[in-house]
């Protein structure tokens, strides 16, 4: 995984992040995703086994 310095804070983020839109969508969100538990595990699983640090929790995609 490669990684950039996060502005000049010295913290190392991964170039590729997780996002999590489509996570446990409510409501009007429901169309973007509801995926359970198991998926969301699985996917945080995969990615922090593959150097992803940078997670993406924005609750407002426009």
């Known amino acids: 995984m ?10 190392k983020v991964s170039v590729m992040s997780l996002g999590t839109m489509n996570y ?4 009007f ?17 995969v990615s922090i086994e ?3 640090n940078f997670i993406d929790t924005a609750n407002v995609y426009s």
């Open 2 to 11: 490669n990684y950039r310095t996060l502005g000049d804070t010295g913290l």
């Open 50 to 52: 593959n150097g992803i």
């Open 24 to 27: 446990g969508g409510k409501g």
């Open 29 to 45: 969100f429901k169309v973007m995703g509801t995926l359970d538990q198991a998926a969301v595990d699985e996917q945080f699983k």
